[in-house]
């Protein structure tokens, strides 16, 4: 697996939770009126299910652009349905009125995609920069201590006579004295 595979679940999320709220806080001031829980739940899971396709593989912040501003739109038109559908009145007609002119929409959804695709890809930069210092440092640390398993065979046993010879120390025991137990009983 690469490091790409590893992190999809949470690129996936991050992203889906990154486009989406940014997204309803830009339609829900720029239209004047809440998102239905319905079109919330549905856009998130169209963005979710767009998002887990494409996370696959890291992106640069044009390819991030681009899929921010499609999920913009296609939150953009979600939320405006669902808006109107929510608003209309007994005979059909839409009572939605936008305080806004359409290009104040549009530039408001356009301004969102472009601070969350560089918001995602300076912390995407800084998550596998993270991981990559904390390999390097926490590997060689884990083979100085011993934590990792060494590929020669070791023999142990368990409960072992005294006329045995001790067992070896590993190597990051070798200056210290084991004092538990009974004293040593010394020849008079």
Do not use: K
């Amino acid at each position: 697996m690469s490091e790409s595979e590893l992190c999809r679940p949470l690129r996936t999320g991050v992203f889906t939770l990154v486009c989406v709220s940014l997204s309803a806080v830009g339609h829900v001031v720029s239209s004047g009126h809440d998102v239905p829980l319905t079109g919330l739940l549905l856009g998130t899971a169209v963005v979710l299910a767009v998002a887990w396709v494409l996370s696959g593989r890291r992106h640069g912040p044009g390819m991030l652009t681009a899929w921010m501003l499609w999920g913009q739109l296609a939150l953009h038109v979600t939320f405006s349905y669902t808006q109107a559908a929510g608003h209309a009145d007994h005979t059909g007609a839409v009572l939605v009125q936008d305080p806004m002119p359409a290009w104040a929409m549009i530039s408001m959804h356009l301004v969102m995609a472009l601070v969350s695709a560089w918001w995602l890809h300076l912390g995407e930069n800084a998550l596998f920069a993270f991981l990559r210092f904390m390999a390097l440092s926490l590997i060689p640390l884990l083979l100085v201590v011993g934590a990792v398993p060494s590929t020669r065979a070791t023999t142990s046993v368990r409960f072992s006579s005294a006329d045995q010879h001790p067992r070896p120390r590993p190597p990051y025991l070798c200056h210290s004295r084991v004092l538990r137990g009974p004293p040593p009983v010394l020849a008079a």
